[in-house]
């Protein structure tokens, strides 16, 4: 693991759709580049930190419609308990942004919460839209009206 990184990006995480593996390792960059904000002095984290949190936002909205539209298309029954999640998240992430950004936030605090989420949302709730998606590809059973991911 290099200085300075909270995370690393490990194969078991994969849910095997190209696309979605680069974004969540995007993901994982951005939550390094705010934890390596944390371990700056505290303007110049202070200042990091708000920078690379608006993009770290504006990027989970953007990956987080990729992989609904996916589940969607593939006719996953999970879907709308999936968009559930994600909708809950953004929302709790836009609050500690208000937070810190009203002096009432602690960043580290933050980049454990979000490390956390991304980890176990992957781990749990990702591979299983992943297998359902991998399971009706190897028995044909994608719809042809149903794009493919």
Same mark, same amino acid.
């Given at each position: 693991m290099?200085?300075?990184t !909270? /995370?690393?990006w490990k194969d078991e995480y994969s849910v095997k759709i190209p696309l979605i593996d680069d974004q969540h390792k995007e &993901?994982? %960059?951005l939550t390094n580049q705010l934890y390596a904000s944390c371990l700056e002095g505290d303007d110049q984290a202070r200042a990091y930190f708000k920078e690379v949190i608006r993009s770290? /936002?504006?990027y989970i909205k953007f990956h987080f419609g990729a992989e609904e539209r996916i589940m969607s298309n593939a006719g996953y029954p999970q879907f709308a308990e999936h968009k559930?999640?994600?909708?809950?998240f953004v929302k709790r992430v836009l609050e500690d942004v208000k937070k810190f950004e009203g002096g009432k936030a602690v960043p580290y605090v933050f980049v454990n !919460? &979000? %490390?956390d989420w991304i980890l176990n949302h992957i781990a749990v709730h990702d591979k299983a839209y992943s297998a359902y998606i991998m399971e009706r590809k190897q028995t044909g059973t994608l719809s042809a009206n149903k794009r493919e991911p």
């Open positions: 290099e200085e300075g !909270y /995370v690393e &993901l994982i %960059r770290t /936002v504006n559930k999640q994600h909708e809950s !919460y &979000l %490390r």
